[in-house]
């Protein structure tokens, strides 16, 4: 069994501190971490979608989240998401409690909604979130992600929508 690997974060930022008040949660920020040095990808204003060190930023607090799942879907995910780099950061999502908008057009991408895509297409979530939103925040897409997962700690349970 193979896991997708998630980092959601905090941090001492303003706009880190607007999202999390704006989404009532305590995470603005996610990336998927990417190889066993722990470097993340995700997306970021002004440098939009890229690999970075696991250092890059001096978060307030994080927490890892470990999603259990088959070969094929981890390796659709991580191909999903590498495509994915060199795309521009979506500074509409930070607009998008105000106008309706499109979370899946992938030319540009805010950092929950990338990794929700990537989610999606590789077939995670089995079928296509069903709720017609404008936006999927960080503390939506850890909601979405804990009925997968053990958060207390690395244990693995079973993908509740897949046979094993």
């Known amino acids: 069994m193979r ?6 974060a905090s941090e001492y930022t303003p706009g880190s501190l607007l ?15 990417v190889n066993t040095k722990g470097d993340l990808l995700g997306a970021r204003p002004f440098s939009g979608v890229m690999v970075r060190p696991a250092n890059y930023m001096r978060f307030r607090r994080t ?10 879907i981890h390796d659709d995910f991580y191909d ?5 780099c060199g795309k521009r950061y979506d500074y509409g999502a930070l607009v998008s409690y105000a106008i309706n908008r499109d979370w899946r057009t992938n030319d540009n991408w805010f950092c929950s909604e990338l990794i929700a895509a990537g ?14 939103v404008n936006k999927i925040s960080p503390s939506d897409l850890l909601l979405l992600c804990s009925v997968c997962v053990n958060l207390f700690g690395k244990q693995q349970l079973a993908h509740p929508f897949q046979n094993s």
């Open 63 to 72: 927490k890892v989240v470990y999603l259990p799942t088959t070969k094929q």
């Open 119 to 132: 989610l999606e297409v590789s077939g995670f979530f089995p079928y296509r979130l069903s709720n017609d």
């Open 3 to 8: 896991e997708i690997i998630l980092q959601f």
């Open 80 to 84: 999903f998401i590498y495509d994915q």
């Open 19 to 33: 999202i999390s008040f704006g989404t009532r949660g305590w995470c603005a920020h996610v990336d998927a971490v």
